[in-house]
């Protein structure tokens, strides 16, 4: 596998999984609530199961993963801080170690 999308369903991940499609990279992705109708490999994941992500990448062992998931809504991280930094900076950081 060349790829793994994490957030594949969002706006960068759902272009980054066309881009890398049309490049005839192998890709396969993760989206949370919503599945994006891409025909590639595809899991649910919270980012912040890191567990879970773990068992993804053992089990399509990218080359690359690109993370594209992210909590993008302003006024809900102000909102929500706790969340937003499990999403924004705490799940980024699991994946990357
Ligand atoms: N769009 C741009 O022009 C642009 C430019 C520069 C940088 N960026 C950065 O790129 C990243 C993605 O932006 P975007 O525009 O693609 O935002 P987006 O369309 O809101 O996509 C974010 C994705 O993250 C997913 N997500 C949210 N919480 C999650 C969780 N707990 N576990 C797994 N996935 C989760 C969302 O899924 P659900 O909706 O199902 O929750 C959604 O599919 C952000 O860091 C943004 O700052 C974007």
Redesign the pocket.
């Known amino acids: 596998m060349d790829v793994f999308v994490?957030?594949?369903?969002?706006?960068?991940?759902?272009n980054v999984v066309t881009t890398a499609v049309n490049r005839a990279l192998s890709v396969a992705g993760?989206?949370?609530?919503?599945r994006p109708d891409f025909e590639i490999p595809l899991r649910e994941?919270?980012?912040?199961a890191s567990k879970d992500f773990e068992e993804l990448v053992a089990k399509f062992s990218p080359s690359v993963v690109v993370n594209?998931?992210?909590?993008?809504?302003v006024n809900e991280c102000e909102k929500r801080p706790e969340r937003a930094h499990?999403?924004?900076a705490d799940?980024p950081e699991a994946m990357a170690c």
């Open positions: 994490v957030g594949a369903g969002g706006l960068l991940g759902g993760s989206y949370h609530s919503g994941l919270d980012v912040r594209c998931a992210a909590m993008t809504d499990e999403i924004n799940a």
